[in-house]
């Protein structure tokens, strides 16, 4: 069995939304998980996935130092935002980390974005770029990717039986969602968001933006796997 990822009572909230628990299971319970799992997958549909990681880290990362520097440029810090400063920095960090392993496993070969990242990127960016909307609406957007990875790993590791080798590549990318760091990754954000932006006190306009957000981050990584099985060379 893997630890469990930590829940801030935002998340709590969010995944007690009907449509956004329906979405949430077809994320995590996603076949191409499955797949992995029990070694199905096409390893051109693998190589796929490598390549799209690859494309959405790199765009990843650079979002999260845009979050950073906004951080450190705002006229008005709140009274807590080095420890923001503190998170993103270490969101990037991580991430610096996953590109390096794609990149060597991809060997330096041309790479084009897909369609269902290159929409993801794009609400993303649309989130950020947004000036109205402070750090806790511009996390929103990520918190599928933070926790999804982790929960839909750990819980297929836990309820399929193995029949990949232990040194087989797609179990490495499995357990890799499933490393120290990526838990760390889910529950540095608890802190952060029950204590600077406690639930009770966010107003329903704000909640609904932020369901809004999370709900189409959840459609973009569905969106997102369902174009990696649907991959032909």
């Known amino acids: 069995m893997y630890a469990k990822s930590e829940r801030s009572k935002l998340l709590a909230y969010l995944l007690n939304d009907p449509e956004i628990s329906s979405l949430w299971e077809l994320y995590t319970g996603h076949p191409i998980l499955k797949k992995l799992a029990d070694g199905s997958l096409p390893f051109s549909q693998f190589n796929y996935l490598l390549q799209q990681n690859y494309c959405y880290l790199k765009d990843y990362a650079e979002l999260h130092s845009l979050m950073r520097d906004e951080l450190l440029q705002a006229p008005l810090k709140p009274p807590h935002f080095e420890k923001l400063v503190v998170y993103e920095n270490a969101a990037i960090e991580l991430t610096e980390t996953v590109i390096d392993y794609y990149s060597e496993q991809l060997g330096g070969i041309y790479i084009k974005q897909g369609k269902a990242c290159n929409a993801y990127i794009g609400h993303l960016s649309q989130v950020l770029y947004n000036k109205s909307n402070n750090w ?78 999370f709900k189409v981050s959840c459609e973009c990584e569905i969106a997102y796997w369902d174009e990696v099985i649907a991959f032909q060379e």
């Open 136 to 213: 806790l609406v511009q996390i929103s957007a990520f918190l599928p990717c933070i926790y999804g990875y982790y929960d839909g790993c750990s819980s297929v590791l836990s309820n399929t039986l193995m029949t990949i080798p232990n040194n087989s590549i797609y179990r490495e990318w499995l357990t890799g969602c499933l490393s120290s760091e990526c838990l760390q990754a889910c529950n540095d954000t608890v802190p952060l968001i029950d204590e600077y932006y406690p639930l009770e006190k966010l107003d329903q306009p704000t909640l609904t933006l932020i369901a809004g957000i």
